[in-house]
């Protein structure tokens, strides 16, 4: 496939280096050559320095014959022009643009093909919302990923000492939740990931990713660690356009404060937000954290546009007794700093979350869902099956005889409406929705290839 990336920024950045491990013809666009030198140093791709949007450049990029555009610039509108012109000038198939303003996504009637001819909207901030919005409705979840339109979850959560499962077999698992279909996807340990079956022993600190029906996801956690007091009190710091998403999404459930440093922009946010109380303050001052009884805080989250000013607020409130914090990360240097170090307790990274999204459209077969996983060595997928038993390496074989490349296994199958939690002797039928675990990124070509229809595999 081919393909250019319009933006060598963090998403842009990212997601070249995850597509040029895959074998995909990739260009990248952006008026920066030093940041272009810096790509080709690391990574087998094409540069072209100019400006995203001008047509003699992407036809320099090769846009005559390319697959896909991913506009992923720091400009809306550069993002919507590209792919204009993508579309009228070299007919590319497929058009991404990033887009953030809230004033362009309010009006989906601008992205369609007699207007601007953007064929998929990829909203980070909108994407960290919901994101944030699950870590919240479960406590002591460190990710939460939907698939099969929020039929299915992937939870990863901490073992903690003395748990019931800790310092048992995978095979319990039955016993303790009766009428309970789960299945654990994969368990890190110290870092690294371990392929667990039924006699996989669970130890304290264990990084567990298990997958559950939505309305089973709290009965399976309270196995695997403590249940956190379901969240009331929410301190948002920052009132950008994550932070003002946030606490709009939030302030009909909970008790939320939103913290901001620009006087003119905490009066405009107090009179958009309905019951948020937003307050003009520095959210890293710890006697206004102290005002507002930060440690009577469920979750402070921290997502101003500074990494910088997000690690030491959260660290800040950690200190002063809130119970969970985050921070929105954009370096992925100090996500893995900040992952390790264990004061703060989830780092947040805009580009691990769009990379998911653009990733969704980019891979071969009939992928509906594609999440990246520990800062992206791992992948979450949801695939369509296919065909029959003549046409297809999966429809109509049991888990036990589909050739799943190593680390890879099969959580569970949607079926309509109905969820099926995976089993060596389960048969897979055509149109169900499979979700898959890849622990291997070079695998995921090999994944790939068994969801495509091909000739007579019998």
Request: hydrophobic share 45%; aromatic share 4%; charged share 25%.
């Amino acid at each position: 496939m081919k393909i250019i990336i319009l933006g060598a920024g963090q998403v842009g950045t990212s997601v070249a280096e995850v597509l040029a491990s895959e074998a995909s013809d990739i260009t990248v666009v952006d008026i920066d050559e030093k940041k272009l030198e810096a790509l080709r140093d690391r990574l087998d791709i094409g540069t072209v320095v100019g400006e995203a949007a001008h047509p003699e450049v992407l036809a320099r990029a090769g846009a005559e014959d390319a697959d896909m555009i991913l506009a992923v610039t720091n400009s809306d509108e550069i993002n919507m022009i590209a792919c204009q012109v993508a579309y009228t000038l070299f007919h590319t198939p497929t058009k991404i643009a990033r887009v953030r303003s809230v004033g362009y996504l309010s009006h989906p009637q601008l992205f369609t093909q007699e207007s601007l001819p953007v064929d998929v909207l990829i909203s980070p901030e909108q994407l960290v919302t919901d994101y944030v919005q699950r870590l919240i409705e479960y406590p002591g979840a460190l990710q939460v990923l939907d698939f099969a339109g929020g039929k299915v979850q992937l939870v990863a959560v901490r073992a903690y000492y003395g748990g019931p499962l800790v310092g048992q077999a995978l095979k319990t698992l039955r016993e303790h939740m009766p009428g309970i279909e789960t299945r654990v996807a994969a368990i890190y340990r110290r870092g690294q990931a371990l392929a667990p079956d039924g006699d996989t022993v669970i130890e304290a600190d264990d990084e567990v990713f298990f997958i559950a029906a939505r309305r089973h996801i709290r009965v399976v956690m309270k196995e695997l660690r403590r249940l956190d007091r379901p969240v009331k009190r929410v301190i948002l710091a920052g009132g950008g356009n994550i932070g003002v998403r946030l606490a709009r999404a939030l302030e009909s459930k909970y008790q939320v404060k939103l913290i901001d440093h620009n006087p003119e922009r905490s009066k405009r946010i107090s009179e958009e937000l309905e019951k948020t109380i937003v307050l003009h303050g520095d959210a890293s001052d710890e006697e206004l954290l102290l005002d507002e009884n930060i440690e009577h805080t469920d979750v402070f989250c921290a997502v101003t546009n500074d990494d910088e000013a997000n690690i030491l607020s959260a660290m800040l409130a950690k200190r002063l007794g809130a119970q969970k914090v985050m921070a929105l990360i954009n370096r992925a240097a100090y996500v893995d700093l900040v992952q390790s170090s264990g004061i703060i307790d989830i780092a947040i990274s805009p580009q691990q979350a769009t990379i998911g999204s653009l990733l969704t459209h980019v891979r071969r077969g009939d992928v509906t869902a594609v999440h990246s996983l520990r800062r992206g060595a791992a992948e979450a997928i949801e695939a369509v099956a296919h065909g029959d038993k003549r046409s297809s390496k999966v429809v109509g074989r049991a888990i036990e005889d589909i050739k799943l490349p190593p680390g890879t296994n099969i959580g569970a199958i949607v079926r309509g409406n109905e969820v099926i939690i995976a089993h060596h002797d389960t048969v897979i039928q055509a149109e169900d929705h499979i979700i898959l675990f890849v622990v291997e990124k070079d695998r995921i070509p090999e994944v790939e290839r068994l969801f495509q229809v091909g000739v007579t595999f019998l």
